[in-house]
């Protein structure tokens, strides 16, 4: 995890736009890098490093003797490089993940560069000699990308849109910092000037789709037919395969742990790929809640079972409300959902960066979206209709629960990974037939809890443990999060401001006093650019005016038994 950011064409002078840069410094605390193109003048990189691979030649932008003409700034993890390396013996400089991104372009081209790697990425390559730049972002966005491009040709890219915002130029930015799409490459032409011209955006992957970097996976064939046990079979040995890639570190590992089904897999999974391949520190677990909460209680009983190192941060009200400000701000949304999820997760990586020195942090993003976890899934009409739910989730992960684990972790300079979006476990799970991935007996992610019955990682009563709402899930035994906050959001909006709210926010304007104080705050840091956002994240087929688990009646009710 670090913060790239990259001009090109710039007018004004670029030691006073690489202020911009350090608004994302939070991204790389170990070092700053500011470096011109050579020949371009008005073209520069800024790299914020967070070392995890390679400490000693990680700076970026990264340059090799062989290919002097390429500059490479990425963000990510590329976790077959050494794979790849062996396959088409490219001879490397560094130790870095990431030069593995100049050899294949060398070899074989922009296309086959974005769809061989297997891991998560967002970068910006610089060719020189061929007068091309390349921007790329992986399948579900776990490493996010803004850009801007104006008319006469000036382009910036950066990790976070915060780091656009306040740039210098001839003509207006306002409305074109934007979102790069996951799954997709840019080619741009480099013009002498310095400035850029698009050429083609292009999609190299859909998350169904079987990876093309399949060819050279630590794991080979598995059976593809659809009996039971062979499927159950098939999940365990892939999802422990994007566990075990993933532990690819120099620097601490730690993991979040909810006591959901999807935390508490991921830390018994990786704790015993830890003492496989003799990591000689325990395993730091984190959970958050308030006193005697549901999580809190659940994730200890996950902890003593798999034998973790367990930290509990306990949340205290008033620092979780005032908090929303700076969380709003990380995060660059207003969505609802996002905010109430990412309050938690911000204070819980606050303590793992001021407390422990865990740096890289597993966490359980994905499950609910790939495995239908959702509660509303129950009222799907069809199985095939809830497989198109779970792709579309998929799709849009970028926007809601994938921003909200980047932005949260990377504001306190640690690096996120989620094994459940391993581009091979995603596709294998979404090729299974729509009937086989459906809630059954009323419990949902059936298939998932059923592959890993007999497997022991877990307690019986973890691995079928219900999904709570987050809210919920942290609440004291008293009053649940979602009350307190509703309660404190009551004082601060005015009835007469929500009921004008469609005439100031006219683009999805704010139905609830908690939507109208997010929305207050977002346009208060990143005014009129409520166009991030497409759409509230809100479950379907039901008739619901709040996105939380915690309004839907099948939630309720099995809450009530």
Not at 332 to 346: F, L, P, Q, V
Not at 379 to 407: G, T
Not at 452 to 472: H, Y
Request: charged residues 25%; aromatic residues 12%; glycine residues 6%.
């Amino acid at each position: 995890m670090c913060g790239i950011w990259a001009l090109f064409g710039s007018d004004e002078c670029l030691s006073v736009q690489c202020l911009s840069a350090m608004k994302i410094a939070h991204r790389g605390p170990d070092a700053f890098r500011f470096e011109n193109v050579n020949g371009f003048t008005n073209c520069c990189f800024g790299f914020h490093r967070l070392a995890v691979v390679d400490q000693l030649y990680g700076m970026q932008p990264i340059r090799v003797k062989k290919f002097p003409y390429l500059w490479l700034c990425y963000n990510g993890e590329i976790y077959n490089f050494k794979q790849l390396q062996k396959q088409f013996g490219f001879d490397f400089q560094t130790l870095v993940d990431g030069e593995v991104i100049l050899h294949l372009y060398n070899r074989g081209g922009i296309e086959q560069t974005a769809s061989m790697l297997d891991g998560v990425f967002a970068f910006i390559l610089l060719d020189t000699a061929n007068r091309k730049v390349f921007l790329a972002r992986d399948t579900y966005g776990v490493r996010p990308l803004f850009k801007v491009l104006t008319d006469d040709g000036f382009l910036g890219v950066c990790s976070e849109a915060k780091g656009l915002l306040n740039l210098k130029h001839s003509t207006s930015l306002c409305s074109k910092v934007e979102p790069f799409l996951p799954g997709h490459y840019e080619v741009l032409d480099l013009k002498p000037s310095g400035k850029v011209a698009s050429v083609e955006l292009v999609k190299f992957h859909s998350c169904k789709d079987e990876p093309l970097h399949v060819v050279c996976d630590t794991v080979e064939a598995l059976p593809s037919d659809f009996d039971l046990e062979t499927v159950k079979s098939n999940i365990r040995i892939l999802f422990e395969n994007a566990v075990r890639k993933r532990l690819m570190a120099h620097r601490r590992i730690g993991c979040l742990l909810s006591g959901g089904l999807d935390s508490s897999l991921v830390a018994a999974v990786l704790l015993k790929l830890m003492k496989e391949i003799n990591i000689n520190y325990p395993l730091q677990t984190f959970a958050i809640g308030m006193e005697n909460s549901p999580d809190l209680l659940a994730a200890r009983k996950v902890a003593a079972h798999i034998g973790s190192e367990h930290h509990e941060v306990i949340l205290n009200t008033e620092e979780g409300i005032q908090a929303i400000e700076e969380v709003i701000f990380s995060l660059e949304t207003y969505d609802i959902t996002t905010i109430r999820a990412s309050i938690g997760m911000y204070l819980v990586s606050k303590y793992i960066r001021k407390k422990t020195d865990s740096v890289v942090i597993f966490s359980g993003e994905g499950s609910d979206e790939l495995t239908q976890g959702y509660i509303y899934f129950h009222k799907a009409p069809s199985p095939e209709e809830a497989a198109e739910e779970s792709e579309r989730l998929l799709k849009e992960l970028y926007l809601f629960d994938v921003l909200r684990a980047d932005r949260t972790t990377a504001a306190h300079g640690l690096e996120l990974r989620v094994p459940f979006l391993d581009h091979r476990f995603t596709s294998y799970y979404l090729s299974l037939p729509a009937e086989l991935r459906i809630p059954k007996n009323g419990i949902e992610k059936y298939l998932l809890r059923l592959s890993f019955e007999d497997s022991n990682l877990l307690p019986k009563e973890i691995l079928w443990r219900p999904k709570e709402a987050f809210s919920d899930g942290i609440a004291s035994v008293k009053k649940s999060w979602f009350s307190i906050l509703q309660d404190y959001i009551d004082q601060q909006v005015d009835d007469l401001l929500l009921e004008k709210a469609a005439e100031k926010y006219p683009f999805n304007p704010p139905k609830t006093k908690e939507s109208y104080y997010y929305r207050q705050i977002f346009e208060k840091h990143y005014s009129g650019r409520s166009s991030w956002l497409p759409h509230y994240w809100m479950p379907r087929w039901v008739k619901a005016t709040d996105p939380s688990a915690r309004t839907l009646k099948h939630y309720k009710s099995a809450a009530q038994e």
